[in-house]
């Protein structure tokens, strides 16, 4: 399986204490250089990025056509992190890519890409039993409660899709859309 990430969806792992689900869920997960530049050089996060260093399920993987690159950030207005990670996906034609932010999301839908989130993997994490319920709920409102967004409709939908999770009326295969 070829699991590619983006940023936000780590750095709010790794905010939650919740890094190790990526391992839990996948093994191994790629990113591109630009996502784990992002997620390494900024002195103000050095235990992040520590963290994100000694991660050995994380590794990095380059993109190889740059065109594509420049060309995806001037049409759509993503940063370096985003349109390498959905590149880096098309590319290897990844089974899915983590990512958080809507445009980025968009785009990688419209390409075709699978998609899922942070909200996705503790919905996958729940869906395994890795997580209780009240982890993952817990999990929520941490998120909420930081500097990540988190709409109150879309904790609604997690948790109704947690709900028929729990009465086994839908089975869960790593996409929130």
Not at 42 to 57: G, M, Q, R, W
Request: aromatic share 6%; hydrophobic share 40%; glycine share 4%.
């Amino acid at each position: 399986m070829i699991i590619i990430s983006d940023t936000t969806p780590i750095i709010s792992l790794i905010k939650i204490n919740r890094l190790d689900l990526l391992e839990e869920l996948f093994g191994e997960v790629l990113i591109p250089d630009a996502v784990f530049r992002e997620l390494t050089t900024n002195v103000t996060f050095k235990e992040e990025a520590d963290i994100v260093k000694s991660s050995e399920f994380i590794k990095v993987s380059s993109i190889q056509n740059r065109k594509s690159l420049e060309i995806l950030q001037a049409a759509s207005g993503l940063d370096a992190g985003e349109s390498e990670a959905i590149i880096l996906a098309d590319e290897l034609k990844s089974d899915v890519l983590i990512i958080d932010e809507r445009r980025g999301r968009k785009v990688a839908q419209n390409l075709g890409i699978a998609i899922t989130g942070t909200i996705g993997i503790l919905i996958q994490a729940y869906h395994e039993k890795i997580l209780s319920e009240e982890e993952v709920k817990s999990c929520f409102e941490y998120l909420k409660n930081s500097s990540i967004r988190l709409s109150d409709t879309l904790i609604q939908e997690a948790l109704s899709i947690m709900q028929k999770i729990k009465n086994k009326q839908q089975d869960y295969l790593f996409r929130f859309d």
